[in-house]
């Protein structure tokens, strides 16, 4: 945990006095090993970074008054449509996504993916959540990512992707292309990734016809987990 990630309810008595139990108090405690005094860096959810100075050490709490005063990093102008992938992978994919500065994530059905993904509890909204600000804590950002499922292939494509991808770059993963993912861009990107096995040639066509180019990352076909964090790096 590079950043404590702070909330409202945290804020007791003052503007600038949080209190923090919980998870984040456990790893505090054990980790950084913090005494009265000491202090850590912490920052307000979709505001401002700063540090905290601990002020009083509790039985399962620690209370520390906070100054937040630096902007939280730039984020990535991409935007990430993905195939919903087996929830344990879901997991690592949201984390990675939010430590890598994405802000917008569609997780969206397509033909290989099972519909018994769609029930899992990793899709729950508290499952998410805490993969997200997991990989805040890692990034040292504080800008909440947004994570939208759209369990229908076709009316997502047609009704909603041409407004989502104007005045982007929207590219495709698929390793059959024979087009190279471009290298450094300069302007903000709309990246689809489909599930294991890649979408079939009908998702392809109607992504072609939605604006998209279809693009490669060389020989090797990589597990979904290892692709995004790959391609994000080669884009941006």
């Given at each position: 945990m590079n950043l404590i990630l702070l909330f409202k309810e945290d804020f007791v008595g003052s503007s600038k006095r949080v209190r923090i139990s919980g998870r984040r108090y456990e790893h505090i405690i054990s980790i950084h090993r913090v005494s009265a005094g000491d202090e850590l860096c912490v920052g307000l959810a979709d505001g401002k970074i700063g540090t905290g100075k601990v002020t009083s050490l509790g039985?399962?709490?620690?209370?520390?008054?906070?100054?937040?005063?630096?902007?939280?990093?730039t984020p990535l102008a991409a935007t990430l449509v993905l195939a919903l992938p087996r929830p344990i992978v879901l997991r690592r994919i949201?984390?990675?996504?939010?430590?890598?500065?994405?802000?917008?994530?569609?997780?969206?059905g397509s033909a290989r993916v099972e519909k018994s993904y769609w029930q899992s509890p990793a899709l729950k909204d508290p499952t998410i959540r805490e993969q997200l600000i997991l990989g805040l804590e890692q990034a040292k950002d504080t800008v909440m990512p947004q994570v939208m499922l759209r369990k229908l292939f076709k009316p997502f494509v047609e009704d909603e992707l041409p407004s989502i991808i104007k005045s982007t770059l929207a590219i495709t993963?698929?390793?059959?292309?024979?087009?190279?993912?471009?290298?450094?861009?300069?302007?903000?990107?709309?990246?689809?990734?489909?599930?294991?096995?890649?979408?079939?040639?009908?998702?392809?066509?109607?992504?072609?016809?939605?604006?998209?180019?279809?693009?490669?990352?060389g020989e090797r076909i990589l597990r979904v987990e290892t692709a995004i964090p790959a391609l994000l790096s080669r884009l941006f």
């Open positions: 039985d399962g709490f620690l209370e520390m008054d906070v100054i937040l005063t630096k902007d939280p990093p949201i984390l990675t996504a939010a430590s890598m500065g994405v802000k917008k994530i569609f997780l969206i993963a698929h390793p059959e292309s024979p087009e190279a993912c471009p290298r450094a861009v300069a302007g903000p990107v709309t990246l689809a990734v489909g599930p294991e096995g890649g979408f079939v040639p009908y998702e392809t066509d109607k992504l072609r016809e939605a604006g998209f180019s279809l693009v490669n990352m």
